[in-house]
């Protein structure tokens, strides 16, 4: 039965979160895949407006499955939090699963990614700052602690002591900052196992026999294509595998059950945080789209960078995915433009590129070929059907779904449950 993954294609915040949420109580388990509290995803049902970091976008529909999947890392402070805010709501968030092979962000991960920016200054990511490069690295390390390590003491002491034996020289001797005291990391982490236990659960096993059940299962991606720790722009990304390949690693479900790619696609382009971003804005439009798509980040706060929109790498995201399907996002917030520009292709050092160039050397310097399309004035938010479009409209939305080469089944006019058009189901 099908599997059915989202992704971001572009720098994140396209609005995963609200495609997730639409698909509402169609889907039976939703599964969050890759990253943690880095993420941060708006969802807007009527009145009432929630911002999820760690958990699924699913929590919010009555009925639905809940998972963190074994690739997320998982700050256990940040989901009692989130849970009591939502049980404060009125959510229910008892059907809660989390996997036991998840990994856990430790309190000196997040002090190390803090203390690690600072230390870059010019050459820093812009990080999050909630542990996730670290934690991340702790896994790949073999010095991780996992959500399992949680049920036996004396495992969980010994990882302590073994990831602290090397960063607390590093705190020490390079960064000048008081060294931790395993004993204390690990007080503070038994503190939650009482609570996390009975979420706790081999979710890759869960989630075959919810398939062969014949239920419906979404995983979601935190971050994006281009955040993507392979296929991103690296090293300005997250440190994680947020692509569709990261669907399986992160869940445990094999790419044979895969039956579906959706990517989100914004109408034109954001990003947080620092690296190359060939259509980014430094004016007053810049300004404009900032203002009127609301671009300041769900988790941080920042300012998100905005640009127009970006054919390549909506091309490059229909690649590496394997996309069938995009949603287009923020369309009404292009409104009340006399023309709107799309870049097309790069220009680096005189020579056309059509497709992502293969060096970030080359990324860093492309230079948009933009083609210009013809603007709207219309409010198009109460839209419900394509034929509801100005023309200049419904010619954006299919001159870019040509250009990236793959169906545009949903474009959305606002940020609410109902503002959008359906062009073909995405079940
Ligand atoms: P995510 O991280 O991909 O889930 O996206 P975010 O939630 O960080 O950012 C997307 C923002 O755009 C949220 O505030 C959504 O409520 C909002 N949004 C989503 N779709 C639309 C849309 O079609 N139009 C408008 N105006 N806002 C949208
Ligand atoms: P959602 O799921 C946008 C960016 C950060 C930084 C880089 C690395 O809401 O789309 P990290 O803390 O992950 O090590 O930071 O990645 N970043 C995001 N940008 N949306 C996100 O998530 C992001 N999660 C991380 O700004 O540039
Ligand atoms: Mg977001």
Redesign the pocket.
């Known amino acids: 039965m099908p599997a059915i993954v989202i992704v971001?294609a572009q720098w994140?915040?396209?609005?995963?979160?609200?495609a997730t949420d639409q698909l509402g109580s169609r889907v039976d388990l939703v599964v969050k895949f890759n990253g943690g509290n880095n993420?941060?995803?708006?969802?807007?049902i009527g009145a009432e407006t929630y911002a999820l970091h760690l958990l699924p976008s699913g929590i919010l529909t009555p009925g639905v499955v809940p998972v963190i999947g074994n690739g997320v890392v998982v700050d256990l402070s940040v989901l009692f939090e989130e849970l009591d805010t939502l049980d404060a709501r009125g959510i229910d968030t008892s059907r809660l699963v989390v996997s036991a092979n998840a990994h856990i962000i430790a309190p000196y991960n997040r002090v190390l990614d803090k203390t690690t920016e600072r230390f870059l200054g010019s050459r820093r990511i812009g990080t999050t700052g909630r542990g996730i490069g670290p934690t991340y690295a702790d896994k790949m390390n073999r010095l991780g602690l996992r959500v399992q390590d949680l049920f036996d003491e004396k495992i969980l002491l010994q990882k302590v002591e073994g990831a602290l034996e090397l960063k607390n020289q590093i705190l020490a001797k390079v960064y000048n900052r008081r060294a931790v005291d395993p004993a204390e990391v690990v007080d503070k982490l038994l503190s939650y196992t009482d609570r996390v236990r009975p979420m706790v659960a081999d979710t890759s096993l869960l989630l075959e026999r919810a398939l062969d059940a014949g239920r419906t299962v979404l995983l979601e991606a935190g971050q994006a294509t281009l955040l993507d720790v392979d296929h991103g722009t690296y090293p300005f990304v997250t440190s994680s595998s947020a692509t569709a390949g990261g669907a399986c690693t992160g869940s445990g479900i094999p790419p044979t059950r895969i039956d579906r790619v959706v990517a989100?696609l914004k109408a034109y382009t954001t990003r947080v945080g620092e690296g190359p971003f060939p259509t980014e804005l430094h004016d007053a439009i810049g300004e404009r789209l900032r203002k009127s798509?609301?671009e300041y980040g769900?988790t941080t706060g920042r300012p998100r960078r905005c640009g127009w929109f970006d054919a390549v790498i909506g091309r490059y995201a229909a690649r590496v995915n394997g996309v069938t399907d995009f949603v287009l996002?923020?369309?009404?917030?292009l409104t009340g433009l006399e023309r709107v520009p799309v870049c097309v292709a790069y220009d680096v050092g005189g020579v056309r590129h059509d497709e992502m160039p293969m060096t970030q050397t080359d990324f860093h310097h492309a230079t948009p070929i933009f083609e210009e399309l013809p603007g709207w004035w219309e409010d198009i938010s109460g839209a419900r059907s394509l034929a509801d479009l100005p023309a200049s409209a419904q010619h954006y939305v299919h001159a870019l779904e040509e250009m990236v080469g793959r169906r545009i089944s949903v474009v959305?006019?606002?940020?609410g449950r109902d503002?959008?058009l359906v062009l073909h189901d995405l079940l």
């Open positions: 971001g994140g915040d396209e609005g995963k979160g609200k993420a941060g995803h708006t969802v807007v989100i798509g609301w769900t996002t923020k369309l009404d917030v959305g006019v606002g940020p503002e959008s």
